[in-house]
C-alpha cells in the first residue's frame, strides 16, 4: 500500500525559508513521478513542482518559479521543497502526490493541471505571516 507522510510544515514570516519533507513507503517508487500541491482557505488544490523519476526533469508553477525547488532522493524514497522567499500567499496545506507515469506529455499535463497524480499524503500546513 502506498503511503506518503509530509513533514517540515509550520509558521514562518515573510521572507523565510521552509524545507518540506514527503517520505513514500508501500513500494519501490525508482520510476514514479512525485510532486507538490498545496490548497490555500477556500481554494481549489492546485500544482507546486513535480520532478520525473530521474530527477533529470523538474516541473514548476509559475508562481514558485525561482523561489521553490524539488529534489528527490530515490535511495531514500524521499521527495523535499525547498521553499524560499515565502510570502503570505504561500499559506496552504501542502500535499505530496505520487504516481507510477512520469513521461513528458504526463508530467506537463500535470503542470497545467489538466491532469492529477493518482496517490496524496494527507498533507503538512505552512502558515507565512506578513
Known amino acids: 500500500q502506498v503511503q506518503l507522510v509530509e513533514s517540515g510544515g509550520g509558521p514562518v514570516q515573510a521572507g523565510g525559508s521552509l524545507r518540506l519533507s514527503c517520505a513514500a513507503s508501500g513500494r519501490s517508487f525508482d520510476a514514479w513521478a512525485l510532486g507538490w500541491f498545496r490548497q490555500a482557505p477556500g481554494k481549489e488544490r492546485d500544482f507546486v513542482a513535480a520532478v520525473n523519476w530521474s530527477g533529470d526533469d523538474t516541473y514548476y508553477a509559475d508562481s514558485v518559479k525561482g523561489r521553490f525547488t524539488i529534489s528527490r532522493d530515490n535511495a531514500k524514497d524521499t521527495i523535499y521543497l525547498q521553499m524560499n522567499n515565502l510570502n503570505p500567499d504561500d499559506t496552504a496545506v501542502y500535499y505530496c502526490?505520487?504516481?507510477?507515469?512520469?513521461?513528458?506529455?504526463?508530467?506537463?499535463?500535470?503542470?497545467?493541471?489538466?491532469?492529477?497524480?493518482?496517490?496524496w499524503g494527507k498533507g503538512t500546513l505552512v502558515t507565512v505571516s506578513s
Open positions: 502526490a505520487a504516481d507510477p507515469r512520469s513521461g513528458g506529455p504526463f508530467m506537463n499535463a500535470v503542470q497545467r493541471g489538466i491532469r492529477n497524480m493518482g496517490y
